[in-house]
Nanobody, 125 residues
Framework: EVQLVESGGGLVQAGGSLRLSCATS????????IGWFRQAPGKSREGVSC????????YYRDSVKGRFTISSDNAKNTVYLQMNSLKPEDTAVYYC??????????????????WGQGTQVTVSS
């Protein structure tokens, strides 16, 4: 059974930091791209960042570059998203996603094969 389990969300003041974790199981971690999407109320889901577990390539959407860092611990089959200098506009439910094709995890089209349940991130001003 494939599982992606997110943790680390919460409430933080603007300028603060959070670290999201995505613990995965049930598929060959090294063969997948794994990343993060977010969806704010009334808005479309958007890709935030992703990482190719096989070669370490990373992607960040422009609005988070320089503030967010994606990393992985391949021994633990876990991906992390370190979020610094958080802004109120970062408030959203953050979802971990995985697919063998990095294009899907970057752009969400086609939708990634596997998804986590989501974790809420709220940034107060």
């Amino acid at each position: 059974e494939v599982q992606l389990v997110e943790s680390g969300g919460g409430l933080v003041q603007a300028g603060g930091s959070l670290r999201l974790s995505c613990a995965t199981s049930g598929f060959t971690f090294d063969h997948y791209a794994i990343g993060w999407f977010r969806q704010a109320p009334g808005k479309s889901r958007e890709g935030v960042s992703c990482l190719s577990s096989s070669d370490g390539r990373t992607y960040y959407r422009d609005s988070v570059k320089g503030r967010f860092t994606i990393s992985s611990d391949n021994a633990k089959n876990t991906v992390y998203l370190q979020m610094n200098s958080l802004k109120p506009e970062d408030t959203a439910v953050y979802y971990c996603a995985a697919d063998p094709i990095i294009h899907s995890v970057v752009f969400g089209i086609p939708a990634p094969r596997y998804w986590g349940q989501g974790t809420q991130v709220t940034v107060s001003s």
